[in-house]
């Protein structure tokens, strides 16, 4: 096939037109793909990959065993596949998978469609950014959505663009917010009965997080609801209800740039038909400016699909002092106890607590740490408050202006986990926690809010708290918090957990690999060098009867640019952007 390479032009008819004329062939192909109904179903159907986290609830788990912990040392790649470009920095993609084509979005919001047997490029789009962006934490996308005949991304000038999938071309492209302001896109959105529903990006620049809904077919917003308390919500254009009440957990007029933005996108449970969405930190990071648990910010939030309506909230750190943006994934579980089957559903929050949640009621069921080092609180309580100890929050600053008093916080801001997804294996009953071990010397200083500049009002660097290791894979009972096993990697670990029915559980590291590991006692198994960083997230597929698995190579993300005395020790890392597609030899 003809590879074709698409700018954004904004001439979306005039491309139209051309297709037809010059390339007739892809006009022929069929218009229709994965509806709904599949994409619901998406976790029980192993021949494809449909969603962000294999799955709505994000479990990443594929019941495939044809690789498994006694073969996969055989494991080798089948072919690769470049994203080319003059830059390439960060790759932290989870690719999607549907017939014979796989779709994987790149660095500096970039799209690629590539053959699934051969990793011939369909086509490539690239969106052409402005000067004027502001990714906090590098040019990275986390992955697009698939439905019928679109793919659809987010692109770090805000925006949501719709592409034909066979083509590349864009169907429609709407503006998100205001990338001036300091919004971007870098989460993957997800399709929920027709409806696209995403957050936002820029919490580190004064933003309002939002969580809204268009109409897939048009990209008509349907609804939109902030997670900052005082600021109103719609739905069909209409208000649909302040969030919150205005004043109840912020002073002044701070709630009006508050944070809170909800950068990873979210999880959903039909058995609940709930969303579930992490929240940001609040803004400014100097916690002394704004008194108060400064809602919904470092937060899960429920959202009902249908009316963009929080159904319940639970804050993992109330009145945030160190950037633990609660973003996290939350991923719905089930387990049973004394017989019954409680809807459960768990987080590996920034702030070094892995918790349990009633995913029905947002009910607290346990908060345990899954680092070596908490210095915030010492634990929660039975109602799930945090146990804070006071003199490890950074002070305020002076009133002559100069810093406050300086403390060391762990984890870091970058988190005992940061953005990378976690797993939950269906086979083990564990979850597999791609964590960090590092601290930091963190300070306030004065701000203010101005437009599009950075909104921090605190000060950092970053450590390791050891010198062999700062990466920690963890396999966590959810039952108990326990950790069943750990693997200890030098770089700190950035990117996505896969477990699959073969007892296996799949990650990258910064020095090049995809690993295998044994999810029952972590022995590792397998490993490969990629030529560049691993910060994308694997997924695996049946195709032709025999199962593949698929990682993005590229390093990059907020680790060399934020990571103080962390960065200078990753810094010698080569970039790279390449697709890596894996099988069992024949
Ligand atoms: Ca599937
Ligand atoms: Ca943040």
Redesign the pocket.
């Known amino acids: 096939m003809t590879k074709a390479k698409w700018l954004n032009t904004g001439l979306v008819a005039g491309a139209a037109l051309w297709m037809a004329g010059a390339l007739p062939a892809m006009a022929q192909a069929p218009a229709t793909g994965p509806m709904d109904a599949d994409i619901m179903n998406d976790e029980a159907t192993p021949g494809d990959v449909l969603t962000y986290g294999m799955g709505h609830k994000g479990q990443r788990f594929s019941p495939l065993d044809k690789i498994h912990a006694g073969n996969v040392k055989s494991l080798v790649p089948a072919f690769t596949a470049s994203l080319g470009g003059e830059k390439q920095r960060g790759q932290e993609s989870q690719p999607l998978v549907y017939d014979g084509t796989i779709y994987v979005t790149g660095s500096y919001s970039r799209v690629f469609a590539f053959d699934s047997r051969t990793g011939a490029e369909k086509w490539q789009y690239d969106a052409r950014l402005p000067d004027g962006i502001m990714p906090?934490?590098d040019v990275v996308n986390r992955g697009a959505a698939i439905h019928g005949d679109k793919i659809i991304f987010g692109t770090l000038d805000a925006h949501l663009i719709a592409l034909n999938r066979n083509t590349g071309r864009v169907i429609w492209n709407k503006t998100m917010a205001d990338y001036s302001a300091g919004y971007s896109f870098t989460a993957a959105p997800m399709i929920i009965n027709g409806k696209v529903i995403y957050g936002n990006s820029g919490?580190?620049f004064g933003v309002v997080g939002k969580v809204e809904a268009r109409d897939v077919e048009t990209g008509e917003l349907i609804w939109s609801r902030p997670t900052i308390e005082g600021h109103m919500g719609s739905l069909k254009g209409a208000d649909n209800g302040i969030t919150g009440t205005t004043n109840a957990s912020w002073q002044g007029d701070q709630w009006k740039n508050g944070?809170g933005?909800t950068?990873l996108g979210g999880t959903y449970d039909p058995d609940t038909n709930l969303i579930y969405m992490g929240t940001?930190?609040p803004s400014p990071?100097n916690s002394h400016l704004r008194p108060g648990n400064n809602l919904y910010t470092a937060s899960t939030l429920a959202i009902d699909p249908d009316t963009g309506v929080i159904k319940w909230h639970y804050q993992t750190t109330p009145h945030d002092g160190w950037?633990?943006?609660g973003?996290n994934e939350f991923i719905p579980f089930d387990h049973t106890v004394n017989g019954k089957v409680m809807k459960l559903g768990a987080k590996a929050d920034r702030n070094g607590f892995f918790f349990v949640l009633d995913r029905t009621n947002g009910k607290f069921v346990s908060a345990t740490p899954f680092v070596s080092k908490v210095t915030w609180a010492s634990g929660y309580d039975k109602a799930g408050k945090p146990i804070t100890i006071p003199a490890n929050r950074p002070g305020a600053p002076n009133a002559d202006g100069t810093k406050g008093t300086v403390v060391f916080a762990a984890p870091s801001?970058l988190g005992g986990k940061n953005w990378m997804p976690m797993a939950y294996s269906k086979q083990t009953s564990m979850f597999y926690v791609p964590s960090n071990e590092w601290g930091m010397d963190i300070w306030n200083e004065p701000i203010a809010y101005k437009k599009g500049a950075a909104y921090l009002g605190a000060g950092f660097t970053i450590k390791p708290l050891y010198d062999d290791h700062i990466g920690v894979l963890r396999a966590i009972d959810p039952a108990t918090g326990k950790i069943a096993w750990e693997y200890k990697n030098k770089a700190p670990l950035w990117g996505g957990v896969l477990a699959t029915g073969g007892n296996l559980v799949f990650t990258g590291t910064p020095e090049g690999y995809l690993k295998a590991f044994d999810a029952k006692t972590g022995t590792e198994l397998w490993k490969f060098n990629t030529g560049s960083g691993v910060v994308g997230t694997p997924v695996t597929w049946e195709q032709d009867g025999e199962q593949y698995v698929a990682v993005m190579s590229g390093w990059g993300g907020a680790v060399p640019l934020w990571g103080g005395e962390v960065a200078k020790s990753v810094q010698n890392i080569n970039q790279g952007g390449m697709l890596w597609v894996f099988k069992m030899p024949k």
């Open positions: 906090c934490c919490g580190e944070g933005a950068w940001g930190n990071w950037d633990f943006d973003v801001f």
